[in-house]
């Protein structure tokens, strides 16, 4: 087991989004899994072990099992360079090497049950993004057909819902079309998988880039707990929130500290921080159906 809360590769700057480290080759980039976590929009002090690891063979996982086109051309480390491979240590399985794609600025989200903030919408509006469902859908409702829900890419603060309308007049009707296209088709083979597995796939973000050729990739982390929302088949019941795979010991903490949500936050003890990093490794296990320590060893 590591942690690894930031990622310093000599000779190197990096951005640093939220969970990962990014470093910029020219036409490739290094993408570095961090243990980061964050809640509340905010990054939290303390790290999850192994997270970062987690989020990457899960997403390597995907990449392989979805077969389609995208961004990931090696996670071998000294085909990043002797700097990152020096690293080893800290790094392994925690980095990939991707093609460097123009970020399409859109979440491309699939929802295919009534959670977060379209529950929320839906109670107001009956509404999810502007898309009218049926009347008398109660929380957590599986919707008759998955839809697809884009939002803006926010630099601080809530990224905001829009309309496909919106989207289609942000990066034009014909490439908002295919995404919404193939967001839905891996979507459906992704809950298929999951539903294999006993768990439901609630809702799922994308992020798409596109080659200097025009070619479209799927980019980012791919079907994680951080980007998805996966429930428990057995703990499901409409009318409630089920537990989800990902922060619900972190927020639910949080809640009860007075943490005003505007200051920095407060590190996490150490039993929500076990608690937390369990619930990814179930994730991943039950996802790929093998066992955590076996995979990272095998790195
Ligand atoms: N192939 C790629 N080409 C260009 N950018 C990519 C590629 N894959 C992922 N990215 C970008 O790398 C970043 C990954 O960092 P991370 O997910 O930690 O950031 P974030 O906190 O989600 O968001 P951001 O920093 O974008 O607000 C994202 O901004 C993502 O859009
Ligand atoms: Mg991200």
């Given at each position: 087991?590591?942690?690894?809360?930031?990622?310093?590769?000599?000779?190197?700057?990096?951005?640093?989004?939220?969970?990962?480290?990014?470093?910029?080759?020219?036409?490739?980039?290094?993408?570095?899994?961090?243990?980061?976590?964050?809640?509340?929009?905010?990054?939290?002090?303390?790290?999850?072990?192994?997270?970062?690891?987690?989020?990457?063979?899960?997403?390597?996982?995907?990449?392989?099992?979805?077969?389609?086109?995208?961004?990931?051309?090696?996670?071998?480390?000294?085909?990043?360079?002797?700097?990152?491979?020096?690293?080893?240590?800290?790094?392994?399985?925690?980095?990939?090497?991707?093609?460097?794609?123009?970020?399409?600025?859109?979440?491309?989200?699939?929802?295919g049950?009534?959670?977060?903030?379209?529950?929320?919408?839906?109670?107001?509006?009956?509404?999810?993004?502007?898309?009218?469902?049926?009347?008398?859908?109660?929380?957590?409702?599986?919707?008759?057909?998955?839809?697809?829900?884009?939002?803006?890419?926010?630099?601080?603060?809530?990224?905001?819902?829009?309309?496909?309308?919106?989207?289609?007049?942000?990066?034009?009707?014909?490439?908002?079309?295919?995404?919404?296209?193939?967001?839905?088709?891996?979507y459906q083979?992704a809950s298929e998988h999951a539903h294999?597995?006993?768990?439901?796939l609630?809702?799922?973000?994308?992020?798409?880039?596109?080659?200097?050729?025009?070619?479209?990739?799927?980019?980012?982390?791919?079907?994680?707990?951080?980007?998805?929302?996966?429930?428990?088949?057995?703990?499901?019941?409409?009318?409630?929130?089920?537990?989800?795979?990902?922060?619900?010991?972190?927020?639910?903490?949080?809640?009860?500290?007075?943490?005003?949500?505007?200051?920095?936050?407060?590190?996490?003890?150490?039993?929500?921080?076990?608690?937390?990093?369990?619930?990814?490794?179930?994730?991943?296990?039950?996802?790929?159906?093998?066992?955590?320590?076996?995979?990272?060893?095998?790195?």
């Amino acid at each position: 087991m590591t942690v690894l809360l930031h990622s310093d590769v000599p000779g190197y700057s990096c951005r640093r989004g939220k969970v990962r480290d990014v470093y910029d080759l020219g036409d490739r980039l290094v993408i570095i899994a961090t243990d980061r976590i964050s809640a509340f929009d905010w990054v939290l002090p303390t790290a999850i072990p192994d997270k970062g690891r987690i989020l990457t063979a899960l997403t390597l996982f995907w990449l392989n099992y979805l077969d389609v086109p995208n961004h990931l051309l090696s996670t071998d480390l000294a085909d990043m360079g002797p700097a990152f491979a020096e690293r080893a240590a800290d790094l392994a399985g925690r980095a990939c090497l991707v093609r460097k794609a123009s970020v399409v600025p859109i979440e491309c989200v699939v929802r295919g049950y009534l959670a977060g903030s379209g529950w929320k919408e839906y109670q107001r509006y009956g509404t999810v993004c502007g898309i009218a469902l049926p009347p008398g859908l109660t929380q957590s409702a599986r919707l008759p057909e998955a839809i697809f829900t884009p939002a803006t890419k926010e630099e601080s603060g809530h990224d905001q819902n829009i309309s496909f309308e919106e989207m289609s007049d942000l990066i034009g009707r014909d490439l908002a079309l295919s995404l919404r296209q193939r967001s839905l088709d891996i979507y459906q083979r992704a809950s298929e998988h999951a539903h294999s597995c006993g768990l439901i796939l609630a809702d799922t973000k994308f992020e798409w880039g596109m080659l200097p050729d025009g070619e479209v990739l799927l980019i980012d982390e791919v079907l994680t707990p951080d980007s998805s929302r996966f429930w428990p088949a057995d703990q499901y019941h409409e009318g409630a929130s089920p537990p989800s795979f990902d922060k619900q010991f972190v927020r639910d903490w949080l809640e009860t500290t007075g943490w005003d949500k505007n200051s920095p936050p407060p590190p996490l003890p150490p039993e929500v921080v076990e608690r937390t990093a369990a619930k990814y490794r179930e994730a991943y296990e039950r996802l790929t159906g093998q066992s955590l320590g076996s995979s990272l060893a095998a790195r």
